[in-house]
C-alpha cells in the first residue's frame, strides 16, 4: 500500500494561487496515473484532475480548466496542483489518490477506479 501525504493548502483570498503538493512512499510511483478530487462541506467528493503515469496526458474537470495544472515528479515521487485564479467555490478538502492498476493508458475521474488517498488538505477561498 502507498501512503501519500498532501501539503499546501491554506487560506487565500479570490484571485490568488496555491500550489499542492503530494508525495508518495514506495518505489511504483511511476507507474501509476495519480489524480486529485475535493470535497467541500456536505457534499460528494469530486474529480478534479488526473494525470498519466507517463506525465504526457492531463485530465480536468471543466470548472477548473485554464485555472489549475496538474503536473508530477517521478524522481520525487511526487504530484502538483498548481491552481490559479482562486475562487470561493473551490474551497474544499484536497485529496490526492492513486489509480488502482499501473500503467494504464487511460486516466479516469470516478473515485472508486482509485485505491490509495491522502488524509487532505483544506484549501479556503475567501472573497
Known amino acids: 500500500q502507498v501512503q501519500l501525504v498532501e501539503s499546501g493548502g491554506g487560506l487565500v483570498q479570490a484571485g490568488g494561487s496555491l500550489r499542492l503538493s503530494c508525495a508518495a512512499s514506495?518505489?511504483?510511483?511511476?507507474?501509476?496515473?495519480m489524480g486529485w478530487f475535493r470535497q467541500a462541506p456536505g457534499k460528494e467528493r469530486q474529480f478534479v484532475a488526473a494525470?498519466?503515469?507517463?506525465?504526457?496526458?492531463?485530465y480536468y474537470t471543466d470548472s477548473v480548466k485554464g485555472r489549475f495544472t496538474i503536473s508530477r515528479d517521478n524522481a520525487k515521487n511526487t504530484v502538483y496542483l498548481q491552481m490559479n485564479s482562486l475562487k470561493p467555490d473551490d474551497t474544499a478538502v484536497y485529496y490526492c489518490?492513486?489509480?488502482?492498476?499501473?500503467?494504464?493508458?487511460?486516466?479516469?475521474?470516478?473515485?472508486?477506479?482509485?485505491?490509495?488517498w491522502g488524509q487532505g488538505t483544506q484549501v479556503t477561498v475567501s472573497s
Open positions: 494525470i498519466k503515469w507517463s506525465g504526457d496526458r492531463t
Open positions: 514506495g518505489r511504483t510511483f511511476s507507474s501509476y496515473n
Open positions: 489518490a492513486k489509480d488502482r492498476g499501473p500503467l494504464r493508458a487511460n486516466v479516469v475521474a470516478v473515485p472508486y477506479e482509485y485505491n490509495d
